[in-house]
């Protein structure tokens, strides 16, 4: 049989692999309730705009309800040969309705419906994400002012380099969050224009009202170019690169997380409820949470790349290659989600050792940098012979296999005979920390007033 929706010029129906390339019902039936909600926009305008009877108008808004209806209680039935959502909606609303429902795709396409519906799914999500994100913002705050003295060795290049507290690396991801919410925010106000009613590629010689179906739908305004609204996907790209880099800010942190969870290094405990164990070694506590939000970027930002691809060769307006926009999509959003969810589970269980990263702080000799700094502030040395200085008496301390604090003060002298006794205040880990006092630098009651203010503002 020739498709019931196009098959007017058509003698047979699609060859079965033809079916099975070209539909795409498997998973743009989440689109369902989208579909229908923009169905109920249009066929209001075209009753307000005179273009479709009343009583026409009212049988169409009833059906597209049961259709709902339906669909929420689990027995609509999707049948492939329909091909997408918009066709199965269109078509069960025709056996509900009759012949009127056949009015209901005046003055548009499916390629404005397609178009608006992604965008209304892709805005919901956009607005979860965000506050999940936000979620995670709260938990990191929360252990921030928690932790905001706890100190911990802080790196560079892997390398122990000064010491820092736990707060404060807890406030870096903090920060980053609020770009990515910020990503989601502009990704979102670029998208709030509306496609509907750019029918097909050209618009439509009805008199339709797109403003009204753009308010009835919570977009800001109807898009501005018909060939432009139905040829666009910078909404899905744009909100996949801002997933992309808060799932690389995601993964960054679960790598530390596995890192630090290791027996070597031992800084932090993550709870039973985001561990697993081994079936062989039965000492292993393994972060498989934070191995898969590490390794979940992957696909987000494949999803990224996928869809990029797709758009790159793509003349205007409509090519069914968009219809590949969907898949990557939903799994990357969704994706993101659980990733965020996963993290804020770890992050309001988790207990760093602090014992261990106090210890660690102090190892590697990580506040030679205060010894430079006193020398320079104390005695007057420029910085580049205080760093000499500094790395002489590192070299001293490290030949003895000692801390720079446990050098005595007639060792020091032998590298510059101006030290005094006063030193040895910069050299404790604690000291050194409580110094960083510099706006955004490390210091206890830094911290603390950051994740202060950080607690009220996410509410
Ligand atoms: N399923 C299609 C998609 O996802 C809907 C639009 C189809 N438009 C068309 N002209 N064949 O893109």
Redesign the pocket.
């Known amino acids: 049989m020739s498709n019931r929706m196009w098959g007017g010029r058509f003698a047979s129906g699609p060859a079965e692999i033809m079916e099975e390339i070209n539909a795409?019902i498997g998973f743009?039936k989440r689109l369902a309730p989208q579909d229908i909600r923009g169905s109920l926009a249009h066929v209001a305008m075209l009753g307000q705009a005179g273009i479709l009877p009343a009583q026409d108008v009212a049988a169409i808004e009833a059906g597209l309800k049961s259709v709902r209806d339906e669909i929420e209680a689990g027995t609509f039935v999707f049948k492939r040969e329909l091909?997408?959502i918009?066709m199965s909606v269109e078509s069960r609303l025709t056996e509900i309705v009759g012949p009127a429902a056949g009015r209901l795709h005046t003055a548009r396409?499916?390629?404005d419906q397609?178009a608006t519906d992604m965008k209304l799914w892709v805005r919901d999500t956009l607005d979860s994400l965000d506050q999940q994100a936000a979620d995670l913002q709260r938990a990191l705050a929360e252990t921030a002012l928690k932790h905001a003295g706890t100190v911990m060795p802080g790196f560079t290049h892997l390398q122990s380099a000064q010491p820092v507290t736990f707060g404060h690396h807890c406030l870096a991801y903090v920060e980053m969050l609020a770009r990515d919410r910020g990503r989601f925010r502009d990704a979102r106000a670029r998208l709030n224009e509306c496609p509907l009613g750019a029918a097909a590629l050209a618009g439509t010689s009805f008199p339709i009202d797109r403003h009204a179906t753009a308010a009835a739908l919570g977009f800001d305004r109807p898009t501005a170019n018909s060939l432009d609204s139905v040829a666009d996907r910078d909404f899905a790209l744009e909100s996949l690169a801002a997933a992309s880099i808060c799932a690389v800010h995601l993964s960054r942190f679960a790598e530390e997380l596995v890192v630090w969870t290791s027996a070597q290094f031992n800084f932090v405990k993550l709870s039973d409820g985001y561990t697993t164990g081994s079936s062989i070694m039965p000492q292993k506590r393994n972060p498989d949470a934070a191995e898969l939000v590490r390794a979940k970027s992957g696909r987000i930002i494949g999803a990224l790349t996928g869809l990029l691809i797709v758009m790159k060769g793509l003349p205007l307006a409509?090519s069914?290659d968009?219809?590949e926009d969907?898949e990557g999509t939903f799994d990357a959003l969704q994706a993101l989600s659980l990733c965020l969810a996963a993290l804020t589970g770890m992050v309001k269980d988790l207990e760093p050792n602090a014992a261990v990263l106090a210890q660690a702080a102090g190892s590697g000799y990580a506040t030679a940098t205060d010894l430079a700094d006193w020398l320079v502030r104390e005695l007057g040395l420029p910085f580049r012979q205080a760093h000499h200085v500094t790395g002489r008496l590192v070299g001293a301390a490290s030949a003895r296999g000692v801390g720079l604090e446990e050098l005595s003060l007639p060792e020091m002298q032998e590298a510059e005979p101006r030290i005094t006794d006063a030193v040895y205040a910069v050299l404790g880990v604690a000291n050194s920390v409580a110094s960083r006092t510099s706006y955004g630098g490390t210091a206890p009651d830094n911290v603390r007033a950051q994740a202060q203010g950080w607690i009220a503002r996410l509410g």
């Open positions: 795409s743009d091909e997408d918009h396409s499916r390629n397609v409509y069914k968009m219809q969907k």
